[in-house]
């Protein structure tokens, strides 16, 4: 990894509108090979606006994408995967009525034979599955087997896993975390960073800043569709995170007023200070 | 061998139990309903006519007409849409083939290919609007049913000042091409007189049911089918051509009620406007007994085979229960798909609920 090489994938200057709201407006983001890049914001922040260009499903309004250094156009979200960008979209990674086997290579089946006997390879793809399943960590006894009866955090697993596969230069994954437990969200994250490691550029989204700091090499803060800031690890901390994000002002108050709270109720306890709360809440998951 | 004791899968081939597999498979619930459904009318009729050859020719033939229309409707099923306008196409397209034929004088060969030409282009425009305008296609073929049942009385009047067309049989007389539609496999002389003829049909629809559970299991265009209705959002957002699928399954179920119409038209010898009412219905019921979701994502083409089993065996069984008639049917019917949902939503469950 060379800090002079271009970043394998940035935004640069993106608008996105729609009728008269501003989803996103003059936005640069970058992420480099072997790096992680958090873009954090609150819900309506723009983040899911913001992937969605970087990924193929909108178009910007104005401003410019650019892979390699190369203005870089994407008409569809199989563009993107063919030029190596593959997205986990929140909530909608897998289909819980398809097997483990056909979920991972949907929309990428590889196929056998030709003309009229063309046909999916699925014996072949069996063993892909199970392979990548069990180098994340995850032993599969029947591949044939539904998502459906997989646990949360094996469901975005296999979208991870699917991603990393067919994703060979930029990973991005849409809030992968929210709606799992910290068990489950530490596996999550030891494969974020694994895919780091191995040299895949990484966008990471999320509104919680706890996940973003351990593993993120770069973050990006977006507030109201607008830049809030761009910040390299060890530039900033929890609280300073927090504030940019728009929630830090609104979580202070909280604390403020649940102080007096208690010290109205001195009386009947032992008055103590609230400490600020660390994590901003999940929202509920959609 | 030292070794034989050894367990010799290795752990990536790890077996899985053959019937464990099969017990969530979508078709399981119809091949069991089918089997005791079989062996129900088998108790009621005591084999009597039921199990003679007339009555096995006479299941098949109902099972064939309606099995050609429930393969389709099922991959359509499972990619989340509905077709209600296939009924009032199987009239409409054997009032074009007849019309063809007879008023036109049009050869068999030609004939039939304006047919499935008209009914392939109503099922693109058909889905090409449904996937236009994203409207539920249940509205947008209800909407397609009456119009084409409408336009079929309207305009054959205007043509021909009746309501049907006859006179099929003089122009397809020793048509070698008619005969793919019309032909008898196989003609059983019974000793106390009367025959038993396996028609075509029953070789169409193996090879329809067939040839849609091959695409559907085995090759890219099935998982895209599966795709699209289980998320057509996520099927798209992982590059699936979600309103290709979308069109040409519709085109499918157009193509596979012109199939029915041609094949009616040719064994009868005449078109009738109102022929293939309800059908539309009896399509998507054979779909759901066969294990396909009314929501879309999950189902079975091989299922909708024994889905149109099931409804040729209660179609000739309550005939041959004594004290019974035909006129008990749709009650039947109806019976039947009430059990079918319920064993089949709770089969699904079990399969997709979390084990491990």
Known sequence: MSDTAPPVLEARGVSKYFGRVIALEDVSLSVRAGEVNCLLGDNGAGKSTLIKLLSGVYQPDSGTLLMDGQPL???SPRDALDRGIATVFQDLAVMPLMSITRNFFLGSEPTRGSGPFRRFDLAACDDIARAQMREIGIEVRDTSQLVGTLSGGERQTVAIARAEYFGARALILDEPTSALGVKEAAIVLRHVLRARSRGLAVIFITHNVQHALPIGDTFTILNHGRLAGTYRRGEVDLEQLLRL????????????ELEELARENAGARVARTVPPPAEVPPPPAG | MSTADAPAVPARTRRVN????????????????????????LLLTGGKGFLEARGIAGQLQVAAQIGILGATVSLLMIAGEFDLSIGSMIGAAGLVLALCLVHFQLPVWLAVIITFAFAIGWGFLQGWIVVRTGLPSFLVTLASLFILRGGSIGATRAITNLTVVSGVNDKIAGDPFAALFNATLLSITIPGGGRADFRIEI????????LATWVLLRTRFGNWIFGTGGSATAARNLGVPVARVKISLFMCTAASAALLATIQVMSVGSADVLRGQNKEFEAIITAVIGGTALSGGFGSALGSMFGALTLGITQLGIFFVPGFNTDWYQVVL???LLAAVIVNDYLRRRASEARR
């Open chain 2, 203 to 210: 070789l169409w629809w193996i090879i329809i049911a067939g």
């Open chain 1, 73 to 75: 156009e994407l008409a």
């Open chain 2, 334 to 336: 109806g019976g039947l």
């Open chain 2, 18 to 41: 053959p019937l464990r597999r099969f017990l969530n498979r979508p078709e399981f619930g119809a091949v069991a309903g089918t089997i005791l459904v079989f062996l129900v009318f």
């Open chain 1, 245 to 256: 994000m728009g929630g830090g002002e609104e979580l202070n108050e909280l604390a403020r």
